[in-house]
Nanobody
Framework: QVQLVESGGGVAQAGASLRLSCAAS????????MGWFRQAPGKDREFVGG????????QYPEAVKGRFTISRDNAKNRVYLQMNSLIPEDTAVYYC???????????????????WGQGTQVTVSS
């Protein structure tokens, strides 16, 4: 079992940057692929970044590619989401998620992840 706690959300103006952090505890962090998702009011939860166990592979949807960067520090049991050039459409609750998986795998589906944090609100004003 792994517990996840997100931090770093807040209010930002369009064009600004925010860095989200997710702290993991309770298990061996390096056994888990990690993902970031977001959910805006009235919308489904959507994938915004995934990273494999070593951090050597990442994946993004087109909506955030080139603006968001996922990274991890296995020594600190943390995964990060650097968000640049924010736009109002990025406003949502952001969640980190974990899945125990094979070393090279990363996952993009909500249903593929077993463990979730409580979320952190990101609001981007125009």
């Amino acid at each position: 079992q792994v517990q996840l706690v997100e931090s770093g959300g807040g209010v930002a103006q369009a064009g600004a940057s925010l860095r989200l952090s997710c702290a993991a505890s309770g298990s061996i962090f390096s056994l888990y692929a990690m993902g970031w998702f977001r959910q805006a009011p009235g919308k489904d939860r959507e994938f915004v970044g995934g990273i494999n166990r070593s951090g050597g592979s990442t994946q993004y949807p087109e909506a955030v590619k080139g603006r968001f960067t996922i990274s991890r520090d296995n020594a600190k049991n943390r995964v990060y989401l650097q968000m640049n050039s924010l736009i109002p459409e990025d406003t949502a609750v952001y969640y980190c998620a974990a899945r125990q998986t094979s070393p090279s795998a990363l996952h993009t589906g909500v249903d593929e992840y077993a463990y979730w944090g409580q979320g952190t609100q990101v609001t981007v004003s125009s």
